[in-house]
């Protein structure tokens, strides 16, 4: 049963690799839609989230068999549980290049504001973050999940700069407003990502270290969780 | 054990309510620092987050030991993994009221845009559906949880009719512009916290219909969770 438990693990560990390279693509091709243009690469990415969906559901139902059926302990159970949370940020987070699609092919319809620089940028980095998220998972890597956790701040330093910079568009032309607010949304978004992506990572230290670092607190050791066998 | 277990359980429903009663005070108080221009409320919502922060942490533990050490099966396992998902999207909530309290400070520095009706309105809608589903949950009311989820249209719409009024005032007269981004987000943190509603009462539909409506799928019965013993 040992055995095949862990065997289990494994797979559930491969399923979250799969759906986090669909997220990463979803993020990848919504940017793509903006930068080139392109509507039918947006409506890719919307069509990819019902798959995405799909794949939450999955996951759920498999980290719950696991639980019922083989009652893990200690750092199996936490495991388990932190991947249930996991799942729910991945799936949260293809939401949002959803939104980018979207958002991209209503901006698609109109002249380009300028050229795109800042917002490609700090999608890298949060794609890349997403990517990260997952690596310092599989690789059971806390250091590197810890590395993610600051650079949420880089991607909310973006953020604040595409906000300067199109508030001073929309202010030197009414007409630019409704194109700067687009531009706006699609910089909320990939932060929101961003943050989701920390969130993995503070679950991913809670797993390998046995302690959160959410909210900046003292660590909580969870040793008092022990088997009755 | 099994009577005790049961207790345990309702220990965790108490918590999860007291929870999402402080949570729901800091939407309430974020707004009343908004409308009467308050600051010093602000600074309470801001204040208040530590203890919502802290309370998911010894929530999460909570759930984590009622797992280890009871081993829950089929409805027992499914509400307190639910448990945990609902925790965490508590503490989110309170999140995005720490923003508006946020926000609500920085328009106290300016004169008022413009009377605020539709904002009250949409946050007193969020904010019922914080309750309602927290209601659904404790009661094992799925239906309400249902009507959670449609409500979530309805503040989706308050968000649109916001933003386009909003667009308005900022082409009227560009220096409104930085005082309307400001509202904008406001606007935007509540539909953020009304779906995050509807992640609850979907999860109260999961736990006590056992199956799942998220992603308006088919639902997915988990008949195959079974006791081993």
Chains 1, 2 share one sequence.
Not at 59 to 85: G, H, W, Y
Not at 86 to 97: F, K, P, Q, S, T
Request: charged residues 30%; aromatic residues 4%; glycine residues 0%.
């Amino acid at each position: 049963m040992e055995r095949h438990f862990h065997e289990q693990l494994d797979t559930l560990k491969k399923h979250l690799i799969h759906m986090a390279m669909a997220v990463e693509e979803a993020i990848a091709c919504a940017i793509e839609a903006l930068v080139e243009r392109d509507d039918l690469i947006a409506e890719k990415v919307i069509n990819m989230d019902e798959r995405i969906n799909e794949m939450e559901i999955q996951i759920d139902e498999e980290c719950l068999r696991l639980l019922a059926l083989n009652q893990p302990m200690a750092s199996d159970l936490r495991f388990v549980t932190s991947a249930m949370k996991l799942n729910n940020d991945l799936e949260r987070i293809g939401d949002h290049a959803v939104n980018i699609a979207e958002l991209a092919k209503r901006l698609n319809h109109n002249d380009p504001l300028k050229p795109l620089i800042s917002i490609p940028r700090m999608a890298e980095i949060a794609q890349s973050m997403v990517k990260q998220s997952i690596d310092s998972f599989v690789n059971a890597e806390p250091q590197l999940a810890k590395d993610i956790c600051k650079r949420d701040d880089e991607v909310d330093n973006f953020d604040d700069q595409i906000f300067r910079e199109l508030l001073t568009y929309m202010m030197s032309d009414p007409k630019l407003i409704p194109r700067a607010l687009n531009y706006a949304l699609i910089s909320k978004n990939l932060e929101r990502i961003a943050d989701l992506s920390t969130n993995i990572a503070e679950e991913v230290v809670f797993i390998y270290q046995a302690m959160t670092i959410k909210h900046h607190q003292r660590p909580v050791q969870l040793d008092d969780i022990r088997s009755r066998s």
